[in-house]
């Protein structure tokens, strides 16, 4: 199937967005409700989008300066199973039966390219994150990682592909506002999925590694 990465609606969708880089307004902060920097992650497998290309560069840079901490815990990702749409694949499922079901998936599924929105602060938080369009080509790769049969947890947020840049520190206000005028122009390179045995506080443990294989 031909993944629709290339396509000039991105463009326009970011292009939207850049009309309001203060909106604290546009999806759900999923990852840590509420602000909450003692909250763990629900136990189980994440399934992470890692971020390549010079988009995921960015990201990284901008992590470095805007929170270290997170910085060095993290990597530029998009969470497809574990925090928003879904919940993590249920603890126990072992890597034999991931690998029959999501091959299918990367198999059918070309390397996206996708342009990320301004970033935007989660209300009633100091969380800062770019978004992806929750529509675009990021969506069917979700819709079929979520019909692949596996068992996901539940979850309180809809689909909400994002990259969390700022999350731990409270930025004083010209630092939030030199972040919220940061803009990615190139596109992020979405090739592969990575999964992650998650039981905090422990490190995640990654587990199985897919490339995204389909034609363009």
């Known amino acids: 199937m031909k993944a629709r990465g290339s396509s000039g609606g991105a463009s326009s969708w970011a292009d939207e967005w850049d009309d309001c880089p203060d909106s604290d307004e546009y999806g759900d902060e999923d990852d840590i409700p509420e602000g909450d920097t003692d909250w763990r992650r629900p136990s189980g497998i994440f399934i992470l989008a890692p971020i390549g290309g010079e988009a995921g560069e960015k990201i990284a840079r901008l992590q470095r300066r805007y929170d270290p901490k997170f910085a060095a815990m993290s990597y530029p990702h998009i969470t497809m199973a574990g ?3 879904v919940g993590p694949v249920a603890p126990g499922t072992d890597e034999q039966a991931l690998r029959r079901v999501l091959e299918p998936v990367t198999r059918v599924t ?3 390219e996708l342009l990320f929105g301004p970033p935007t602060r989660f209300m009633q ?3 800062v994150s770019v978004h992806l369009d929750p529509n675009g080509p990021i969506r069917e ?3 079929r990682i ?3 049969g596996l068992i996901f947890g539940p979850v309180r947020f809809a689909f909400t592909p994002h990259a969390t840049i700022s999350y731990f520190p409270t930025l004083d206000r010209s630092r939030e506002r030199a972040l919220l005028a940061e803009r990615i122009t190139t596109r992020a390179v979405i090739d592969r999925l990575e999964l992650s045995v998650t039981n ?3 490190p995640p443990r990654k587990i199985l590694e897919l490339m995204l ?4």
């Open 125 to 127: 938080t100091n969380i």
């Open 146 to 148: 979520r019909a692949s």
């Open 110 to 112: 070309a390397p996206l």
């Open 83 to 85: 925090s928003s749409g």
């Open 213 to 216: 294989e389909g034609s363009r």
């Open 200 to 202: 905090d506080p422990q």
């Open 141 to 143: 790769l979700f819709d």
